[in-house]
């Protein structure tokens, strides 16, 4: 378990105060996680029902930070592996959101040899089943869960809630996705460099009543958010600036968008 040595990429990660004065606090959370860590595997028990950072949060930081595999907590890392697993084949654990893994890992957990494996195998199991690529993103997404691929980064992260979208084409790969999965039709306008405007159509009889709702979750990140009627049935609007005074929105905020269009509204995580 040496992972201390990454602390100054969490370092550049905080950009709180100074650069000396990140790089100390860094290591100074790493020494103390360390031991954190060592006291918490050393009772199994309470590592695998009641880890000692909630939601193994700290292992999450560490894989997403790039902490080589044989480098992280070792048992903890094994339990996290299976509740992978189970929850993905068999739904046994409670929803997993914003889980990152190492893709090998990731593959390895679920008995898988591949990218491609694993998409033809559970296209053929699940009952919906949508998928894109561009780059180094693949975007995987059945049975209402969700997989983000970075191949650059060499991991894939569980139900991505909080991931920003900060440019038009990262906006566009998951419209498109979304619209597939939930089989809507919308328009996508890149009025500016940071300006842009959504519509989809709208099949949620519901749709008016759960607006308010919908716009109370995401009001922080997404600028405007309403009903329009044409000839052509109901749309839901969404404009997004981005710029340094608001927050992007975020992969959760666009898949309520489109779970509220379809009538499947989520008023919590992925």
Not at 16 to 28: F, P
Not at 77 to 91: A, G, M, T
Not at 117 to 123: G, L
Not at 160 to 176: C, E, G, K, M, T
Request: proline fraction near 3%; include cysteine.
């Amino acid at each position: 378990m040496d992972y201390e040595r990454h602390d100054s990429t969490l370092a550049s990660r905080l950009e709180l105060l100074d650069k000396a004065a990140d790089t100390q606090l860094s290591r100074e959370l790493m020494q103390l996680h360390k031991k954190k860590c060592i006291t918490c595997q050393e009772d199994r028990l309470a590592c695998t029902v009641r880890p000692a950072c909630k939601d193994r949060n700290f292992l999450n930081m560490l894989i997403d930070l790039g902490v080589e595999v044989k480098d992280l907590p070792s048992f903890c890392y094994s339990v996290y592996l299976d509740q992978v697993k189970r929850y993905i084949l068999e739904k046994r654990t409670r929803e997993m959101v914003d889980r990152r893994v190492p893709i090998r890992d990731f593959l390895s957990a679920l008995n898988m040899s591949s990218i491609r494996q694993f998409t033809t195998r559970f296209s053929k199991i699940w009952a919906r089943f949508s998928t894109v690529r561009e780059g180094n993103l693949l975007l995987v997404t059945g049975d209402d869960m969700f997989f983000h691929f970075d191949f650059a980064r060499d991991t894939v992260v569980l139900n991505p809630n909080h991931i920003p979208i900060r440019d038009f084409q990262a906006l566009r790969l998951y419209v498109s996705l979304f619209s597939e999965y939930y089989n809507l039709k919308c328009q996508l306008i890149d009025e500016t460099t940071n300006w842009w405007i959504l519509a989809v159509e709208v099949k949620n009889k519901e749709a008016k009543k759960q607006l308010e709702s919908l716009k109370s979750l995401v009001a922080h990140r997404i600028e405007l958010l309403g009903l329009k009627t044409s000839d052509g049935g109901i749309r839901l609007q969404v404009e997004i600036i981005t710029d340094d005074h608001r927050s992007p929105p975020e992969v959760g905020d666009l898949r309520k968008v489109f779970g509220l269009a379809a009538g499947q509204t989520q008023t919590g995580n992925v």
